[in-house]
């Protein structure tokens, strides 16, 4: 049996990950472009922020704000229906109310409303939406593919507002890096932080969620990013050839340690400061073993730095850290 995901009450920050079935390298960039498109759309309709993506040929990531619990009224469901199934949908479904209104029909008319408003402000329907259109559209331009598209459930980590926020955009800007693919995460353009720097509006009103009020300034918004993008650090090398974890990962600044895949990422439930990390487990114990007693104590990724602390709830004893070759 499956256990409930995780989430907070009143809005959040959610690192979204999926993979391709089989890990297979299905994503060509055509299919990028147009997963970009619609996660966009798809986005707007659910009424969630995408602050940042990065699109891979097997996998995605996604890192989003889900705003408080603001239930949209009868014109701002009818715009956000128009922006995924377009302006005819919109009307007929607008005139289909007026109908039921008509004939004194309100019961009918509040469930429909409802059971719509029901699909917003949510992750887990946003991906749902996401995962099946992109599938929907995938096999129209991929004739012959037969299957699933994707591997089973998406993962979700909870992610602390501020510092451990933008740290965790970083990490998703640097996949490509991680991967190889580019030595310079600006020239990657099927990510938040590539997008931006050509001037995609949408890559840069992510980012600007991200950093608050200093975003009235473009410069300062790439200046403060770049500090957690470009690392000056030379990297630490494992101390035996044989594993690629080792203890000395923790030694290295965060900047440095953002370029090395990290599973608290991912896996770790939730990430930032000992106190979010702690309020998260005590919040949701269910989602814990019954002979777990204590109180999560979260591991520490990695030193201070200006004031960014990155625990988990969960603790990833096996391979936390990976290091690049």
Not at 56 to 79: A, D, Q, R
Not at 140 to 153: D, F, N, S, V, Y
Not at 265 to 294: K, N, P, Q, V
Request: overall charge positive; some cysteine; charged content about 25%.
């Amino acid at each position: 049996m499956r256990r409930k995901r995780v989430k907070v009450e009143g809005g959040g920050y959610y690192h979204l990950v999926s993979r391709c079935a089989l890990k297979q390298f299905l994503l060509g960039e055509d299919d990028k472009r147009a997963f970009v498109s619609m996660l966009h759309r798809i986005a707007a309709f659910s009424g969630i922020e995408v602050l940042t993506y990065c699109i891979m040929s097997n996998h995605f990531h996604l890192l989003v704000h889900v705003p408080p619990n603001i239930v949209p009224g009868e014109s701002e469901l009818l715009m956000r229906v128009g922006m995924l199934y377009g302006k005819q949908r919109a009307e007929g479904m607008r005139q289909r109310w007026d109908g039921y209104r008509k004939a004194n029909l309100g019961t009918v008319l509040a469930k429909e409303q409802e059971q719509l408003q029901k699909r917003m402000g949510d992750i887990s329907p946003f991906m749902q939406i996401l995962k099946q259109r992109f599938t929907i559209w995938y096999r129209a331009h991929h004739m012959g593919h037969e299957g699933t598209l994707w591997q089973g459930r998406f993962n979700s980590t909870l992610v602390e507002g501020g510092g451990s926020l933008a740290a965790v955009a970083a990490y998703i800007d640097l996949n490509p890096v991680r991967a190889g693919i580019v030595n310079d995460p600006k020239d990657y353009r099927f990510s938040g932080f590539g997008a931006a720097m050509t001037g995609d509006k949408d890559a840069r009103a992510g980012l600007t969620g991200i950093y608050g009020d200093i975003t009235n300034d473009s410069g300062k918004l790439v200046s403060a990013y770049r500090g957690l993008l470009y690392a000056k650090e030379p990297v630490i090398q494992p101390s035996s050839g044989k594993r690629k974890t080792q203890p000395q990962a923790r030694k290295m600044l965060l900047p440095m340690l953002l370029r090395h895949r990290i599973r608290a990422m991912t896996s770790g439930l939730a990430i930032g400061s000992r106190s979010f990390t702690d309020s998260i487990y005590a919040a949701h114990r269910y989602a814990f073993s019954e002979r777990r007693l204590c109180a999560a104590r979260g591991e520490s990724l990695c030193p201070d730095w200006g004031g960014i602390q990155l625990c988990s709830v969960r603790h990833l004893r096996k391979n936390p850290i990976s290091i690049s070759p």
